[in-house]
């Protein structure tokens, strides 16, 4: 329960503080988060005693409210798990798409369609009209029990909460996992033909530079990848976590066996406490923010939302490391998007597919009374003897030009 309390709380104070991680994937996992802090502090204790005392002595209204918010919070975390799932769907499988699906108003609604489906869907229990929230001596805990015409609506939110998310979970996974492969096959296929067709000079140098963009992409897919990996394995955990209490509420709906059903409670009530625990394990980004929010006052990190770096030295290596992970992601996501080219500096700038580019320096010529160029320059017009002359190329994507700095 503590580690659940302080993980989750930790990941929202990272993720709201450090901007650098803030992206759609973290507004979900904040939802996912905040769903799981409830739960841990507003049902767990409640959970604990029942389960230890065999008998509920915390009076009538919480017997309804601790088990509402159980059942409103475990459909939170499997709703935003899913969209989570669907996030790395469409941002590996139609990135296209990407900008248009994910935007803010987009992602609020989506929000807060998870709380509203999830606590709607407890209405007529709590009212009475489909079950009914009360003791349960089976269980020694507050739960869903039938009401007076033995109606209850616990096998069907079960099923519902645990299939629906669990399919579209595995419908995503299964695409991603065919892009990815068959993406990885035609780089493979890419890298045989470059190395097979060697070329000239001028399409060594080329080459070079398709290398170069190839490294950059496949760095940003290898960050996307860690991304989806995680989730992955959150989804995995909530099977672990949630198959055994849906089979014991299916095949044992009237409590028969409520060892089967304990145990089961008991592992969804370890859901809450896991995830933080796979943040920290499998994601770079997520470590270096904790390390961030953990190493840094909360006055330093405000500062982070302007830009600025905190003074902490152990702040600013963090963040350093987490915004250079970053950089190859967004600026992928931006030349998909946008068409856009990296500059000389790293970052994007939009420009038609015909216009100027960056500069870079191309070839040094050392002042000499000749004036001639070393053997194998790729620049074939002659020089004006004078001072030391620094060739630049522009860079683009039409005929290539020449600038001469003097």
Known sequence: MLIGLFGNLLTVVALLKCPKVRNVAAAFIISLCIADFLFCAMV?????????????????????????????????????????????????????????????????????????????????TLIGIWG??????????????????????????????FIVPALLILICYARIFWVVHSSEQRMREHQRSQHSNPGTLNNSTVDKRSTIKDN?????????????????????????????????????????????????????????????????????????????????????????????????????????????????????????????????TGRVESRPSTGPGHVRPWLKVDDSPTGTRPHGSPLNKKRDVGPKVTRFQIVNHGPRKEQTKV
Request: glycine share 4%; hydrophobic share 45%.
């Open 44 to 124: 767990l204790p409640f959970a604990i005693s029942g389960f230890w005392t065999r008998t509920w002595s915390h009076g009538v209204a919480l017997c309804k409210l601790v088990p509402f918010l159980r059942y409103g919070n475990v459909g939170v975390s499997l709703l935003s798990i899913a969209l989570i799932t669907v996030n790395r769907y469409i941002m590996i499988a139609h990135h296209s798409w990407y900008g248009r699906v994910y935007r803010k108003h987009n992602i609020a609604l989506m929000i807060l369609f998870s709380w509203m489906f999830s606590y709607g869907m407890q209405i007529p």
């Open 132 to 161: 009914q929230f009360d003791y349960d001596p089976e269980l020694g805990t507050c739960s869903i029990v039938p009401d007076e015409f033995g109606r209850s609506s616990k096998t069907a939110l079960f099923v519902i909460a």
């Open 216 to 344: 950059r992409e496949s760095k940003a897919r290898r960050n996307e990848w860690r991304i989806t990996k995680m989730v992955l394995a959150i989804f995995l955990s909530f099977i672990v976590c949630y198959l055994p209490i849906t089979i014991a509420k299916v095949a044992d709906a009237h409590v028969h066996y409520p060892v089967f059903h304990v145990a089961g409670y008991l592992l969804l009530y370890a859901s809450a406490c896991v995830n933080p625990i796979i943040y920290v394990i499998m994601n770079a980004q997520y470590r270096a923010a904790y390390a961030a929010a953990l190493c840094c006052p909360l006055s330093r990190l405000s500062g982070l939302t302007s830009g600025a770096y905190p003074s902490s030295p152990a702040c600013q290596h963090v963040i350093r490391k987490t915004d250079q992970m970053e950089r190859a992601s967004r600026v992928q996501l931006q030349q998909h998007t946008n068409g856009a080219q990296p500059s000389v």
